[in-house]
Nanobody, 126 residues
């Protein structure tokens, strides 16, 4: 069993930055992957970024490429998401997902992840 605890988030002005963190505890392995998804108000959950723990392969949604950066600290079992140059359309609840053995082509699919954090609200004001 894996537990995920998210931290960060908040209310910022457009153009500012935020950092989200997701710390995993329980049965974790180097073959695992962690991803961030977000759910804008009134919309479905969408992929934001993902990283593999071993090798550090990353994937980003086109809407956040060049603005967001996902990174990992294997010693702390923590994955961070730095959100820069934020836009009002980045507003939503951000969730981290975690699973083992995800193939590369499935990193961006929410159905690939079994474990989820509690969610962190990010609000960007114009």
């Amino acid at each position: 069993q894996v537990q995920l605890v998210e931290s960060g988030g908040g209310f910022v002005q457009a153009g500012e930055s935020l950092r989200l963190s997701c710390t995993a505890s329980g049965r974790t392995f180097n073959s695992d992957a962690t991803a961030w998804f977000r759910q804008p108000p009134g919309k479905e959950r969408e992929f934001v970024a993902a990283i593999r723990w071993s090798g550090g392969t990353t994937r980003y949604a086109d809407s956040v490429k060049g603005r967001f950066n996902i990174s990992r600290d294997n010693d702390k079992n923590t994955v961070s998401l730095l959100l820069s140059s934020l836009k009002p359309e980045d507003t939503g609840v951000y969730y981290c997902g975690y699973e083992s053995g995800i193939i590369l082509s499935s990193l961006t699919s929410s159905s690939s992840y079994k474990y989820w954090g509690q969610g962190a609200q990010v609000t960007v004001s114009s």
